[in-house]
């Protein structure tokens, strides 16, 4: 966990240095020295809360320590600490302070540690390679993702393909807590035995043959996302890294013949091979 802690004070550095203008996921995830699929999760594990709501923090930090200069005024400190107008910086202050900017008494800020979580059983896998066709959505929320899928699956069976299919995936791209709805993107997928060419409205993606972390995740579709923050806080204490490659799930009922509460879905993380983990 320390080196984790490390990697997130060098990301945290970069942020704090850019407060006007916080930087990319890319360089965040850069100064972390890991990749941008995981990063977000990965910092609210270690931080217990999101990027943005990180940058709103040492904003309100900043101002704590400008406000106790004699000069100083609500309105002045609110426009030079990147709020738009005092009413929106003094809400800003009450949620993090608990206080107004006016019955703030003292300044500084807390340093941000690991939050504390509880873990999931997680197992380590070595997988061989699938061949995915996959269908994508842009926008949305992760939910009511039938309709994707169906798309997907009338195409398999039009293609004569369903013979050869091997499992069922889906690929969540971004992380809903800290990206907005309408840039979430989403990945039905299919595995095949030969996904032959699909046409120009799917892709296909390879998942890379190795060592995978692997969570199983118990219900309904509801609570896969709190699972898959689960098994972040899981690998956290692993000494592997999580690879360039994003989470994703694997289905293993059918929704149409197995109860929501009886529904197992294995959350999977590709891992950085051992001899390759970053220092």
Known sequence: MDGWI???ENALATLAARLDDPPPLEELASAANVSPFHFHRIWRAMTGETVARTVT????????????????????VAMETGFGTSQSFARAFRRVTGMSPTEFLSNGAERITAATAEGAPLRIELRERAELVVLRREGGAYRELNELFWQLWNWAEGAGKLDGLQGIYGIPLDDPVSI??????????????????????????????????IVRHH?????????????????????????????????????????????????????????????
Do not use: W
């Open 6 to 8: 490390a990697r997130m």
């Open 57 to 76: 923090r040492l904003r309100i930090a900043s101002a704590q320590q400008r406000l106790a200069e004699p000069d100083a005024s609500i309105t002045s």
């Open 180 to 213: 907005e709805e309408h840039h979430l993107r989403y990945d039905a997928c299919l595995a095949f035995t030969d996904p032959g060419k699909p046409p120009a409205a799917f892709a296909r993606v390879t998942l890379p043959a190795g060592d995978y972390a």
């Open 219 to 279: 219900g309904s579709y509801e609570g896969l996302e709190a699972s898959n923050q689960r098994a972040i806080d899981a690998l956290l204490a692993l000494a592997r890294d999580p690879a360039d490659f994003p989470l994703f799930h694997h289905f293993l009922d059918d929704p149409e013949e197995v109860a929501p509460e009886a529904l197992r879905t294995d959350i999977l993380i590709r891992l950085v091979p051992a001899e390759n983990r970053p220092c």
